[in-house]
């Protein structure tokens, strides 16, 4: 039998079609054949732009000899972890508890009722660095599945009972106010990078949610130090490697402390995130960089990840081709002082090696450097940088490209709905709201679909067979709830509480914790259950986030009560570990100050809606439109006339209203924070 994976709609399945590897997708099928032919499960779980991942499949997946004796003594199963977060969370909790660290690729070994006995990661095709080979690895569980059943039926029946028993304590009673709150800024200001910006060490990830929060914190209370760390990490990432100095856009992480070289891979969340905070840096601050971050970053996502149906692509590759025909990390990015000279000719070539920090020894690997922004090459000449730029970025583009995962996954799509929507509408560019208001409307059509259930992922037009997990809900409410915010539109309102609902009703437990997957979904050796943000809000407090903002625009009690209810677990974890569990301590600062709402009886996109949509209170819902038809749309703008004929925009919060107002000014100044 070939491999069943041709059938799937993942790009990272697709690209194991052709392995010699009988693999299953996730099935109950697979573990029925491994029940009938009495052998244990290979879990294989990984990403299409998984560096790692890529390299142990060529190493031993497209090994003849390796797939042989696999196939005869295991079922292989192949997981796409951005397809099926709930398995990859549940079996990585399993293999970070049994070995003290995790990663992808992930290899687990299975029972055939899907309980996991042995771990690991990376496995290589000979033993090194005191690891075993892969061909080891797979004799010596074949051995102990044939030999030693008892005790693998045991160190399987240990782990899964340790992974039920891991119940969470989401906070006790109340949501996190000021003292908490209060405590995250004391520990984040203690992690705190003061010479090269963001939090820890190396490797540095991008501090989006906590930026937001500090962001957030500045506006409501007027904290300095909490804008000095949110304004000097985002200059830090921007002048860095971790940043596309010629295209625009973030890569996923850096791998020093300086952000000099990157993890190539450019993923949509990380841009959609960093899109939107640099916009709201911008409105706090009016920096230019920030505006020009991202715009840039719009740009790039709409140019290098939209897709033909409109959505936006998960990821580009890290690795591509370089000039010797070389799959490699970083080969589309990196420029040797050489390579400028053939592009820009000497005396160019000097000034873009001055500016961009292109040294002879180099950043990266064999003498080629990460281009960034050292800005030690004194005033420069804006039009001449401009020209330098546009020449390499021409250049660069003759290059054989990153592969790109095209696969449409609904929580990222809803995470670049609201930071095109609000980017647009900060920066007068109609084209990013329209590029947002399209991938919303392929949401409603392929992920909600005839089911009225959201599926997670889509490629070419076609939904997958994956159930959406929190998160998906969560984001995409998100991002409907932005765009209703710039657009006007109530239908944006609707389709966000549609989804909100079944949280409510699928996805929400006792004492207001909240469950990764549906009541509904395929049951799991354990229900997945995690709050803390890491390089993308969780399920938990993003629909936190969606749930709060959704009770301002229409004053339900349930939606504010399911809000207040998953907050405490931000309660409990917000002085602990501020910096995995920004996104939480953001809507943390927008339940402390409303949030407010405002409503403007007036033409969407006129002066007084502008100027609300540049509040800056945290958490701030909006709503713009008039005409009697308005407060169909939405219920804030219900019995809200224009006074003298003039817009006019009405402000309330914790159910007490400011004086209406028509001056544009007046309103700025209520909505300052």
């Known amino acids: 039998m070939a491999n069943r994976l041709a059938q799937t709609t993942s790009p990272y399945l697709l690209q194991h079609a052709d392995n010699p590897v009988d693999w299953w997708p996730w099935s109950p099928e697979a573990f029925e054949e491994a029940r009938k032919r009495d052998v ?52 990585m909790e399993a293999v970070q508890a049994a070995t003290g660290h995790g990663g992808w690729p992930m290899t687990v070994f299975l029972t055939p009722d899907a309980e996991p006995f042995y771990f690991g990661t990376y496995f290589p095709p000979e033993p090194r660095h005191g690891s075993p080979s892969f061909q080891q690895v797979l004799e010596g569980v074949t051995v102990a599945w044939t030999d030693r059943r008892d005790e693998v039926a045991e160190v399987a029946g240990r782990i899964v009972a340790d992974l039920a028993g891991r119940s969470l304590a989401h906070g006790g009673d109340g949501v996190p106010g000021e003292s908490e709150v209060a405590q995250a800024l004391l520990g984040l200001t203690r992690e705190y990078d003061e010479q090269h910006g963001g939090f820890g060490g190396a490797p540095k990830f991008p501090p989006v949610m906590a930026v937001e929060f500090l962001l957030r914190h500045y506006a409501r209370t007027g904290a300095e130090g909490a804008l000095q760390m949110a304004a000097d990490s985002c200059a830090a990432m921007a002048r860095g490697g971790i940043y596309d100095q010629l295209g625009g856009g973030f890569a996923r992480y850096s ?58 692509a998960s990821a580009l590759d890290a690795d591509s081709e370089d000039a010797e025909g070389r799959h490699v990390e970083g080969a589309f990015y990196v420029w040797t002082p050489a390579q400028l000279r053939d592009v820009l000719g000497e005396d160019d070539a000097a000034f873009a090696a001055a500016y961009f920090g292109v040294t002879e020894e180099g950043t990266f690997e064999e003498g080629a450097s990460v281009l960034r922004l050292p800005g030690d090459a004194g005033p420069v000449d804006a039009d001449r940088v401009a020209g330098v730029r546009a020449r390499l970025l021409a ?253 006019t925009a009405y402000v309330c919060r914790h159910f007490v209203c400011d004086a209406p107002t028509t001056d544009a000014g007046e309103l700025a100044a209520k909505l300052g924070g």
């Open 395 to 647: 250049a660069r583009d003759e290059r054989p490209h990153p592969g790109r995962d095209d696969k449409v996954v609904a929580a990222w799509n809803g995470l670049a709905i609201a930071a095109l929507a609000e980017t647009g509408a900060y920066f007068d560019r109609p084209d990013l709201v329209e590029r947002a208001t399209e991938a919303a409307d392929l949401l409603v059509r392929v992920h909600l679909g005839e089911v009225a259930r959201l599926t997670r992922t889509s490629k070419d037009g076609r939904a997958g067979n994956n159930a959406g997990v929190l998160e998906d809900y969560g984001d995409v409410a998100e991002g409907f709830l932005a765009l209703a915010a710039v657009t006007g539109e109530g239908a944006w309102l609707e389709f966000a509480g549609f989804l909100l609902d079944i949280v409510l009703e699928q996805f929400t437990g006792e004492g207001g914790q909240l469950y990764d997957t549906a009541h509904d979904a395929e049951q799991l050796i354990r229900r997945p259950q995690d709050p803390t943000d890491s390089a993308t809000p969780s399920g938990w407090t993003a629909a936190a986030g969606a749930l709060l903002s959704y009770a301002a625009y229409t004053g339900s009690e349930a939606h504010r009560t399911a809000a207040e209810g998953a907050l405490g677990v931000v309660k409990a974890l917000g002085p602990r570990v501020p910096r995995f569990v920004g996104w939480g301590l953001a809507v943390a600062e927008a339940l402390l100050d409303g949030p407010r709402e405002v409503a403007v009886a007036g033409p969407v996109g006129g002066e007084l809606h502008r100027t609300a949509l540049l509040g800056r209170a945290p958490g701030a819902v909006v709503a713009a439109g008039e005409g009697a038809g308005a407060g169909a749309e939405f219920p804030l703008l219900v019995d809200r006339p224009l006074m003298g004929g003039e817009p």
């Open 255 to 312: 791998v020093d402390r300086e952000w000099i070289v990157p993890h190539f891979e450019k993923m949509l969340y990380d841009n959609a995130l960093l899109c939107r905070v640099y916009a709201h840096l911008w409105r706090a601050t009016g920096s230019d960089e920030a505006r020009r971050i991202a715009l840039e970053t719009a740009d790039f996502m709409v140019r290098e990840l939209r897709t033909a149906e409109g959505g936006f």
């Open 40 to 91: 244990p499960v290979l879990l294989s779980v990984g990403y299409a732009s998984c560096h790692w991942c890529h390299v142990m499949a060529h190493e031993s997946f497209e090994d003849d000899e390796t797939a042989a004796y696999l196939n005869a003594h295991f079922v292989p199963v192949k997981v796409d972890r951005e397809e099926r977060p709930d398995v990859d969370a549940v079996y």
